[in-house]
């Protein structure tokens, strides 16, 4: 299968052009001849013109690349190494929503043939590819697994908005479900990985090795948040002690904040779902995601007790919040936590403006039900800064000031301003 893809008497099809699938689908369409699939016909006639819809990548990632973007499954038929990109939220309930890479094991289903190959890079919960996607694919097509085509799992490692850690830059861990696929598998992530590539024994291992990535991630943030909690209780801040502890070698530098994303804050359910499928109740990790997904209301908690004891008209009181997107300097609103502290804040009946310089207005009414602010005031009770957009790093106390009032709140949540507020009261987690 390599050689076929690297002298194009093959080529490599891309199911799923997201924020992962769409820079993976660019890196391999430089070394091979590449189809790019996904079911949103709007997304594919941007990319044809150039244009990432995530607003990650430039037009300059197009240039060059021998890559075919469509939502037809006829055209897709031409691949024979099959790559599955596709998203794997939860529902409302913090389970599982395996409907998106079920629809791409149907679609790989339909167009797949003898000697291919199929790979999945979606986070699922170990023994998910295997247990709920390969039948799947085996039923439609009437193909077995290893007799008549080759099977797959190499956990996807892209991190939006990260310009330095990027597809070629990463170790690639890949696993098969025999020796001849691991090894074909490993030649072909060869192509565009140069960090090196790394063999799991098993496809389980691959699967498992990815979600406790995100898990390790949202346990330690959890702490750090818990630690928040109580050093507020004690008024210590809790930058200082980090800043303190960091002089250790060997202390870990985690920082409390609002955890949300398609990653770590919807990885660990699917460790903890198939736990429980097993009859285990993972303690540790639920702890931890209870603690991080409180914090959202915990923050709306504490700018509504300052409103409180500073005005007392709760009512009246207008809070700007800065950031609505997940992280930094990204347009990504998946799983933003940002619409749950707002939703907290409104439930106290407090009057909220969003500000957010790289979030699609559009987009975050359709997803939260509010909006964008056209334009923000100058009468704030409090202002929340969510994340560090590097926007935001450029702001001075004299903004504040000029955009709140004199007993206005600064909550900075990621501390970016620490010790340079000094003419509002400063509060940070």
Same mark, same amino acid.
Request: aromatic share 8%; with cysteine; glycine share 8%.
């Given at each position: 299968?390599? =050689?076929?893809?690297?002298?194009?008497?093959?080529?490599?099809?891309?199911?799923?052009?997201?924020?992962? @699938?769409?820079?993976?689908?660019?890196?391999?369409?430089?070394?091979? #001849?590449?189809?790019?699939?996904?079911?949103?016909?709007?997304?594919?006639?941007?990319?044809?013109?150039?244009?990432?819809?995530?607003?990650?990548?430039?037009?300059?990632?197009?240039? @060059?690349?021998?890559?075919?973007?469509?939502?037809?499954?006829?055209?897709?038929?031409?691949?024979?190494?099959?790559?599955?990109?596709?998203?794997?939220?939860?529902?409302?309930?913090?389970?599982?929503?395996?409907?998106?890479?079920?629809?791409?094991?149907?679609?790989?289903?339909?167009?797949?043939?003898?000697?291919?190959?199929?790979?999945?890079?979606?986070?699922?919960?170990? @023994?998910?590819?295997?247990?709920?996607?390969?039948?799947?694919?085996?039923?439609?097509?009437?193909?077995?697994?290893?007799?008549?085509?080759?099977?797959?799992?190499?956990?996807?490692?892209?991190?939006?908005?990260?310009?330095?850690?990027?597809? #070629?830059?990463?170790?690639?861990?890949? #696993?098969?479900?025999?020796?001849?696929?691991?090894?074909?598998?490993?030649?072909?992530?060869?192509?565009?990985?140069?960090?090196?590539?790394?063999?799991?024994?098993?496809?389980?291992?691959?699967?498992?090795?990815?979600?406790?990535?995100?898990?390790?991630?949202?346990?330690?943030?959890?702490?750090?948040? *818990?630690?928040?909690?109580?050093?507020?209780?004690?008024?210590?801040?809790?930058?200082?002690?980090?800043?303190?502890? @960091?002089?250790?070698?060997?202390?870990?530098?985690?920082?409390?904040?609002?955890?949300?994303?398609?990653?770590?804050?919807?990885?660990?359910?699917?460790?903890?779902?198939?736990?429980?499928?097993?009859?285990?109740?993972? *303690?540790?990790?639920?702890?931890? =995601?209870?603690?991080?997904?409180?914090?959202?209301?915990?923050?709306?908690?504490?700018?509504?007790?300052?409103?409180?004891?500073? #005005?007392?008209?709760?009512?009246?009181?207008?809070?700007?919040?800065?950031?609505?997107?997940?992280?930094?300097?990204?347009?990504?609103?998946?799983?933003?936590?940002?619409?749950?502290?707002?939703?907290?804040?409104?439930?106290?009946?407090?009057?909220?403006?969003?500000?957010?310089?790289?979030?699609?207005?559009?987009?975050?009414?359709?997803?939260?039900?509010?909006?964008?602010?056209?334009?923000?005031?100058?009468?704030?009770?409090?202002?929340?800064?969510?994340?560090?957009?590097?926007?935001?790093?450029?702001?001075?106390?004299?903004?504040?000031?000029?955009?709140?009032?004199?007993?206005?709140?600064?909550?900075?949540?990621?501390?970016?301003?620490?010790?340079?507020?000094?003419?509002?009261?400063?509060?940070?987690?």
């Amino acid at each position: 299968m390599y =050689r076929e893809l690297v002298d194009k008497k093959a080529k490599l099809g891309i199911i799923g052009l997201g924020y992962v @699938g769409l820079p993976v689908a660019l890196e391999f369409a430089r070394k091979v #001849s590449v189809i790019g699939f996904d079911i949103n016909a709007k997304r594919i006639e941007m990319m044809k013109q150039g244009i990432d819809p995530s607003n990650e990548l430039g037009k300059e990632a197009f240039a @060059g690349c021998d890559i075919t973007f469509t939502n037809s499954p006829d055209v897709l038929k031409e691949a024979k190494f099959f790559i599955v990109a596709v998203p794997t939220p939860v529902d409302e309930h913090n389970a599982p929503d395996l409907g998106p890479v079920k629809k791409a094991s149907e679609t790989i289903g339909k167009v797949i043939k003898k000697g291919d190959y199929v790979v999945f890079e979606s986070t699922v919960y170990p @023994g998910c590819t295997e247990e709920n996607c390969l039948p799947v694919i085996e039923k439609l097509s009437g193909l077995k697994n290893i007799t008549d085509f080759k099977l797959g799992y190499s956990p996807e490692r892209i991190n939006p908005g990260d310009k330095t850690h990027t597809l #070629s830059k990463i170790t690639k861990v890949v #696993s098969g479900c025999d020796a001849e696929s691991l090894e074909e598998i490993a030649k072909v992530y060869g192509l565009v990985v140069d960090a090196g590539i790394h063999k799991a024994s098993s496809i389980k291992v691959a699967e498992a090795a990815k979600i406790i990535e995100n898990t390790q991630r949202d346990l330690n943030i959890a702490l750090m948040n *818990e630690l928040s909690i109580i050093f507020n209780m004690m008024d210590i801040n809790t930058y200082e002690v980090l800043e303190a502890a @960091g002089t250790k070698w060997n202390f870990l530098k985690f920082q409390p904040g609002l955890v949300g994303g398609h990653c770590i804050g919807v990885d660990p359910y699917y460790l903890t779902y198939k736990a429980n499928e097993l009859g285990y109740d993972a *303690e540790v990790i639920l702890a931890g =995601r209870n603690i991080n997904d409180n914090m959202a209301r915990y923050v709306a908690e504490k700018v509504v007790q300052h409103i409180i004891k500073n #005005s007392g008209d709760v009512k009246s009181a207008r809070v700007l919040v800065m950031g609505a997107t997940f992280k930094e300097n990204v347009s990504d609103i998946r799983n933003s936590k940002v619409a749950d502290m707002v939703k907290a804040l409104q439930s106290f009946y407090v009057n909220v403006d969003v500000e957010d310089p790289y979030a699609d207005s559009d987009e975050l009414k359709h997803e939260y039900g509010f909006e964008l602010a056209e334009k923000t005031g100058n009468d704030y009770d409090a202002v929340i800064i969510t994340v560090p957009h590097n926007e935001y790093k450029e702001l001075d106390e004299n903004y504040f000031a000029r955009i709140t009032q004199s007993h206005g709140l600064i909550a900075d949540l990621k501390g970016i301003y620490r010790n340079k507020i000094t003419n509002r009261k400063y509060w940070s987690l």
